[in-house]
Nanobody, 121 residues
Framework: QVQLVESGGGSVQPGGSLRLSCTAS????????MAWYRQVAGKEREMVAV???????RYGDFVGGRFTISGDLAKKMISLDMNSLKPEDTAVYYC???????????????WGQGTQVTVSS
């Protein structure tokens, strides 16, 4: 099974910046989409940013131009640059990918283990 390995979480003061990175570990036939989601304990997981292999990059409404997703799906890696961080951005951030592992396989979603982002003074 494909593994998504995340890095870059941590603690930062309000107004600070962090960069998250995610890489898929296995050979993949087709990478349809990679994305970042986040979740606060007791709340639903919400989409932060999505980068499809074709189409338009999308961001959650709360991003407000503060975050930028980038990456190369052919290289199975994405990053999320987060600026002007706010305390309400505190959450576990998860890497997501929609992957077809072989030509005959159906696309399946995969999730990383999550990385904690804490914004606090």
């Amino acid at each position: 099974q494909v593994q998504l390995v995340e890095s870059g979480g941590g603690s930062v003061q309000p107004g600070g910046s962090l960069r998250l990175s995610c890489t898929a570990s296995e050979n993949i036939f087709t990478m349809y989409t990679m994305a970042w989601y986040r979740q606060v304990a007791g709340k639903e997981r919400e989409m932060v940013a999505v980068i499809p292999n074709s189409g338009t990059i999308r961001y959650g409404d709360f991003v407000g131009g503060r975050f930028t997703i980038s990456g190369d799906l052919a290289k199975k890696m994405i990053s999320l640059d987060m600026n002007s961080l706010k305390p309400e951005d505190t959450a576990v951030y998860y890497c997501y990918a929609l992957i077809k592992e072989t030509r005959a396989a159906i696309p399946i979603p995969s999730w990383g283990q999550g990385t904690q982002v804490t914004v606090s003074s």
